[in-house]
């Protein structure tokens, strides 16, 4: 499985931008998929994670109310929404497909991982 995670950029605090993870080689239908970050310096974390069929999202505390994770099933691709970003939103972005059906906060629990997008969020 190839992941493609595309539609970072440079913004000002409070704009959006919508993160597109497109996968390709096989189908990600059947996989839990998540989305995590990684700041200069920082650890990996977890922002947001989905089912297999949408049914069930999960966000970290920093990114609820502000983030939306979605998927299209059909066209095997994964949405991450933000809104009213902020500085500190200021990181790469990465997608991945889980082992299971379910999505986890813990990034070992994570197969096949795309090559990020950077999101740079300006004052």
């Known amino acids: 499985v190839q992941l493609q995670a595309s539609g970072g950029g440079l913004v000002q605090a409070g704009a959006s931008l919508r993160l597109s993870c497109a996968a390709s080689?096989?189908?990600?239908?059947?996989?839990?998929m998540g989305w995590f970050r990684q700041a200069p310096g920082k650890e990996r974390e977890f922002v947001a994670g989905?089912?297999?069929?949408?049914?069930?999202?999960y966000y970290a505390d920093s990114v609820k109310g502000r983030f939306t994770i979605s998927r299209d099933k059909g066209a095997s691709t994964v949405y991450l929404q933000m809104n009213s970003l902020k500085p500190e939103d200021t990181a790469v972005y990465l997608c991945?497909?889980?082992?299971?059906?379910?999505?986890?906060?813990?990034?070992?629990?994570?197969?096949?991982w795309g090559q990020g997008t950077l999101v740079t969020v300006s004052s």
């Open positions: 991945a497909a889980a082992l299971g059906a379910t999505y986890s906060t813990d990034r070992r629990r994570y197969r096949y």
């Open positions: 080689g096989r189908t990600v239908s059947n996989n839990g």
């Open positions: 989905i089912n297999w069929d949408g049914g069930s999202t």
